[in-house]
């Protein structure tokens, strides 16, 4: 099946610093990446959509300077979160979507843990 | 929408007994659901589809059943076992590639 994998798996930052969160599509070409994150105990939040070679699209009430994303490839998705804090702290997954997926699915990645101390 | 909360329904079973995990889901116009499984720290995982044409679809000792008239959806896992604990989350499409997901449940298999 389709694999996606996140890089780092898990990172600390000093607050202020920043992060930058890769997501690969390894076998497959995705036009289409998703980034979401995740509170402990809770469900998957849509940050935004990915497109490669355009803009991306966020969701209500997420920062656009505060979560940069870059999908510079078809194989690619970059999620930088500037100027991290503690309330930044959480677990972020992305996901994408084939070129040529045989179900009308997302192959999700890993996740990265990300602490802010 | 989304569903969001503080603290995840558990469900507790026996090993070898089967489960039945169940889900509400919110607009009437989505029309493609699926189940994911999430083991602690890692990514969703696929476990099963159903459009809205259908009301039942077995997968590998999973089915999902689909009643539109409610808005239910369930997740049937047949011989449970501790592999099976995970998180499992609902998620809804309403014409695109883009799943809303529901508030999860936490399954605990006990051996």
């Known amino acids: 099946g389709a694999v996606v994998s996140q890089h780092p798996s898990w990172v600390i930052c000093k607050s202020g610093t920043s992060v930058k969160i890769e997501c690969r599509s390894l076998d497959f070409q995705a036009t289409t990446m998703f980034w979401y994150r995740q509170f402990p105990k809770q469900s998957l939040m849509l940050m935004a959509t990915?497109?490669?070679?355009?803009?991306?699209?966020?969701e209500q009430g997420v920062e656009k300077d505060k979560f940069l994303i870059n999908h510079a490839s078809l194989t690619l998705s970059t999620l930088t979160v500037t100027s991290a804090h503690p309330e930044d702290s959480s677990f972020y997954i992305c996901?994408?979507?084939?070129?040529?997926?045989?179900?009308?699915?997302?192959?999700f990645g890993p996740g990265t843990r990300l602490t802010v101390l | 929408g989304e569903s969001v909360g503080l603290h995840l329904p558990t469900l507790s079973v026996q090993e070898g007994d089967n489960s039945i995990i169940n889900c509400a889901y919110s607009n009437s116009a989505s029309d493609y659901f699926i189940w994911y499984k999430q083991e602690s720290g890692k990514g969703p995982q696929f476990i099963i589809d159903?459009?809205?044409?259908?009301d039942k679809r077995q997968g590998q000792r999973v089915t999902v059943l689909l009643n539109k008239t409610v808005k239910h959806l369930s997740l049937q896992i047949a011989a449970t076992q501790p592999g099976d604990s995970a998180v499992y989350f609902c998620a809804e499409n309403r014409g695109s590639y883009i799943p809303t997901f529901g508030r999860g449940t936490s399954l605990i298999v006990h051996p």
């Open positions: 159903i459009r809205s044409n259908m």
């Open positions: 996901s994408a979507e084939g070129r040529a997926s045989s179900t009308d699915t997302q192959y």
């Open positions: 990915s497109n490669e070679g355009s803009k991306a699209t966020y």
